[in-house]
């Protein structure tokens, strides 16, 4: 498993955690952040060879705000109206893969549109692909098939197992699959908390690998680990801002912003973001190792009392990316996979203690920083 960094703003701090402190394995270059001469920027020069691109056709059938997606001649966000078509939506995404040959990506993530419900369209669009890939003579690189997974569809059984029938027949090219899925948590929420997502992702993770398809989870938040706690996954990517961490078709069609925010502190202790002004509230009631992570150099700078928060700030993202990937590191180690999910039940008892000790305490974190998740992940996984 290749822990995959999202290079979107701010790619600085993945970069620099990489090279610094050896956090990750992988990128995922953004093509609305950083356009078509993502390759002439210093930065993403010291990891183009261990990296992929994302050149996100999402937007389809819509307005795309665009960022720098323009900037690629073949980008469907360049489409006339009138031209908005299959046939012409199929060119594009052939040119997008003679792009990533000629850029000599080793894995290239054909790219595919989002679609809201209807499921004719998905699955139209990915067997004239793969007769496109199988025509292809070239044996130096691997094929991702980009499956983007609407809300409306991963909530759905019966849609998912269609997918899946036509992503596993025999004749199907591909090396692997580029897997992003919206997931649409609550309100003041970071995380959904619906169990028909964990059963219909995870089924999707499964046959995959069952088939021995290679899996790539894009724009994961950290509840990936419940889904490597019961499958292996080839690459999962993590993100700093949260836009990079959770697919959202409003990023492609809607100028929206994320709002202001001091920040947030990923604690391992409690398989959770705590907002800023709970970890104030934590560390003037005397509470801050109850959420402290260890052997973290990050997280040792950002706990100091009076430290000056900023969701902008390299630390507070950088805490994240450390965390998270280690966690992941140490469930991907485990073969086994009923020690592994027995691991990760473990990881999540712990965390429910550490919350159960502070309101014993009479401490209490709310929204966002709140148990609002981790008895659904265990119900889930204990029964699964």
């Not at 792009?99 to 080793?106: G, S």
């Not at 203690?353 to 204990?382: D, F, G």
């Amino acid at each position: 498993m290749k822990v995959t960094h999202v290079l979107g703003h701010n790619s600085n701090w993945n970069v620099d955690s990489y090279l610094g402190q050896n956090i990750g394995d992988y990128f995922l270059i953004i093509a609305f952040s950083h356009g078509i001469n993502y390759d002439s920027k210093p930065l993403l020069k010291k990891v183009l060879d261990v990296s992929m691109i994302d050149l996100q056709f999402y937007g389809k059938n819509t307005d795309i705000q665009t960022g720098k997606l323009t900037e690629f001649s073949f980008h469907t966000s360049n489409i006339n109206t009138k031209e908005n078509t299959n046939v012409y939506f199929e060119k594009c995404a052939q040119q997008a893969i003679e792009f990533q040959i000629e850029k000599n990506f080793k894995n290239i993530i054909i790219p595919l549109f989002y679609e809201n419900d209807e499921v004719n369209d998905i699955i139209y669009a990915i067997k004239t692909l793969n007769k496109y890939i199988s025509k292809l003579d070239n044996k130096n690189h691997k094929f991702f098939m980009t499956l983007p997974l609407a809300n409306h569809i991963i909530i759905d059984k019966d849609k998912i197992e269609e997918i899946l029938f036509v992503c596993t027949e025999m004749d199907i090219c591909f090396d692997g699959y580029f897997i992003a899925c919206e997931n649409k948590p609550e309100t003041r929420k970071k995380l959904t908390t619906d169990i028909k997502i964990f059963k219909n992702l995870t089924r999707v993770f499964k046959t995959l690998k069952q088939q021995e398809f290679e899996t790539i989870y894009a724009y994961a938040n950290w509840d990936a680990i419940i889904y490597l706690a019961q499958t292996d996954i080839d690459y999962i990517t993590i993100g700093t801002y949260e836009n990079l961490r959770n697919f959202d078709i409003k990023r492609f069609t809607e100028d929206i912003s994320g709002g202001g925010s001091k920040g947030y502190y990923f604690s391992e202790k409690l398989l959770n973001m705590v907002r800023a002004d709970d970890v104030t509230m934590l560390n003037d009631t005397g509470n801050i190792n109850i959420i402290k992570n260890e052997k973290n150099i990050f997280s040792d700078i950002i706990l100091k009392d009076g430290y000056p928060w900023n969701i902008h700030k390299p630390d507070v993202n950088k805490n994240y990316l450390f965390t998270i990937s280690k966690i992941l590191q140490r469930v991907a180690s485990i073969s086994d996979l009923e020690f592994r999910k027995e691991y990760v039940l473990d990881l999540i008892d712990k965390a429910i203690k550490n919350y159960n000790y502070l309101e014993e305490n009479r401490v209490y974190l709310n929204n966002e920083s709140s148990n609002y998740h981790l008895n659904i992940w265990k119900t889930y996984l204990a029964n699964s």
